[in-house]
C-alpha cells in the first residue's frame, strides 16, 4: 500500500509511522543528523502541491526551513529531502557542486524557483548523496554552536 493509501489527507501520521513506514537506512540517517545537528523535532504536515501531495516532515530552526522529507518520493521504499537553496548559499553550494554525484549536479543546474533560489527535490538514494544532502543543509542553516 502506498503512502498516500495509508495516511489521507483526514490521517494524520506520527513521526514514528514515518519511520516504520520508510524502515531505510538512509532516512534514519538523516532524520537523526538533522535532529542532533539543529536540536528540532519534526512538524507533521499535509501538502496538496501537485508534485508531491500527501504528508511530509518539516524542519525549521529559528523560523528558517532547514528541509522537507518526503516518504514514498520518487517511488515507494525511497524518500526526497527538498533543500531550497537561496542566493546567500548559492556560492558554496555551485563550489561543491564540482564534487558531487552527476545526480545532484544536474538536478541543481535544472532546478528553478524565485527570486534567485533553487529548490531541490533530492531522491536520496545513495550514502554519497546523503552525505552531500548534509553539506548543503549546513550551508542553508549553520549549526548552532554545541555548549561545552
Known amino acids: 500500500m502506498t503512502w498516500s493509501q495509508l495516511y489521507t489527507k483526514i490521517q494524520s ?8 513506514y520508510m524502515d ?6 538523516l532524520r537523526t543528523f538533522v535532529e542532533d545537528t539543529y536540536g528540532v523535532t519534526p512538524l507533521v504536515e499535509y501538502s496538496c502541491c501537485c508534485s508531491a ?5 518539516k524542519y525549521r530552526r529559528s523560523g528558517k526551513s532547514i528541509c522537507t522529507l518526503y516518504p514514498g518520493l ?21 563550489a561543491l557542486l564540482s564534487t558531487c554525484d552527476p545526480y545532484l549536479q544536474t538536478l541543481y543546474q535544472a ?3 524565485t527570486g534567485g533560489s533553487r529548490w531541490l527535490m533530492i531522491a536520496v538514494t545513495t550514502e554519497r548523496i546523503l552525505e552531500e544532502v548534509k553539506v548543503l543543509l549546513q550551508f542553508r542553516l549553520k549549526p548552532p554552536k554545541k555548549r561545552t
Do not use: R, S
Open 53 to 57: 501531495p500527501g504528508w511530509n516532515m
Open 111 to 113: 532546478a528553478g524557483g
Open 13 to 20: 501520521p506520527t513521526p514514528v509511522d514515518f519511520d516504520h
Open 74 to 94: 520518487p517511488e515507494e521504499g525511497q524518500f526526497t529531502c527538498l533543500v531550497v537553496i537561496g542566493p546567500k548559499e548559492a556560492d558554496q553550494a555551485e
Open 24 to 29: 531505510h537506512p538512509l532516512w534514519t540517517a
